[in-house]
C-alpha cells in the first residue's frame, strides 16, 4: 500500500467510524485538523506521515465520550493501523501521539513523550479550538452537556487538577478561561503561534460582546 493509499484509507475508516459523533468532535473537526496539521508541517521537519496518520486518528475514540477510558482511542487507532501492515515504528508514534497530546494531559508536569509530530498535531488540534470555530464548538458540547451559557456567581477554576478538569460541569463560559484562552501560549510552531493570535483576539473580542449584551450595556 502506498502512503497515499493509506491516507485515503484512513480517511475513510475516520469517516466512517464518526458518522453519527458530537458536532464538535465529528469527521469535520477530525478534517480541519488534518488540514493545520499539513500546513504546519510545511514549515518543520517532520515526518509527514505520521504527522497525517496521528491527525486523522487522533479523535478516533474520544475519552469523554468513553466513560473517560483514555486507552480506547490509541488502541483502536493501534489495531487499524496494524491491519493496514503499517511499519510497528510508525504505529507506535502515531499512537504515542494520541494518548499524550490533550490539553488534558498539560496537567501532567512530567509527561513521558514528546517529539516535533506531537508538536504540530497539537498546535493543529489547538487551533480548532480557539477563534470562530472554537466558540461554535465550545458551546455546541456545552449544549451537549445541557450546561448553562454562563453564571455570574460562578468563577471559573483556574487551579484544577487533570480531574477536576475532567469532571468539570461548569458553565460553557467558564470553558473559555480555564482552556480557551490558555492555548496561545501553548503553541509549539511559528506557524501555530502566528494563527493562534489571530484566533485569541477573536475570542476576547466576542467575550467583550457576549458581557455588554449580558449586562444590556449594547
Known amino acids: 500500500m502506498t502512503k497515499n493509499q493509506l491516507i485515503e484509507t484512513t480517511i475513510a475508516f475516520v469517516k466512517q467510524e464518526l458518522h453519527n459523533a458530537e458536532g464538535g468532535h465529528d469527521w469535520f473537526h477530525t478534517q480541519r485538523v488534518y488540514n493545520n496539521a499539513k500546513l504546519i508541517s510545511k514549515s518543520e521537519d517532520v515526518d509527514v506521515t505520521v504527522v497525517s496518520l496521528a491527525a486523522l486518528l487522533h479523535d478516533i475514540a474520544d475519552s469523554k465520550f468513553h466513560n473517560g477510558d483514555e486507552t480506547i482511542g490509541p488502541r483502536k487507532a493501534s489495531e487499524f493501523l496494524l491491519k493496514q501492515n503499517v511499519d510497528s515504528i510508525i504505529i507506535e ?15 501532567d508536569l ?17 487551533l480548532d479550538a480557539i477563534g470562530a470555530i472554537g466558540i461554535a464548538r465550545c458551546f455546541n458540547y ?3 452537556k445541557n ?10 477554576n483556574l487551579n484544577m487538577t487533570k480531574e477536576e478538569y475532567k469532571l468539570a460541569k461548569a458553565p460553557t463560559i467558564n470553558h473559555f478561561y480555564e482552556k480557551l484562552l490558555l492555548l496561545k501560549d501553548q503553541m509549539n510552531t511559528k506557524t501555530g503561534k502566528r494563527i493562534a493570535a489571530s484566533r485569541h483576539k477573536y475570542m476576547e473580542d466576542f467575550l467583550d460582546q457576549f458581557y455588554a449584551e449580558w449586562n444590556g450595556e449594547k
Open 93 to 107: 508514534h502515531v499512537t504515542n501521539i494520541i494518548e499524550h497530546m490533550s490539553f488534558k494531559n498539560s496537567f
Open 110 to 126: 512530567n509527561t513521558s513523550f514528546i517529539s516535533k509530530e506531537m508538536e504540530v498535531v497539537q498546535d493543529a488540534d489547538r
Open 142 to 144: 456545552g449544549g451537549f
Open 147 to 156: 450546561r448553562a451559557l454562563y453564571h455570574p456567581d460562578i468563577a471559573p
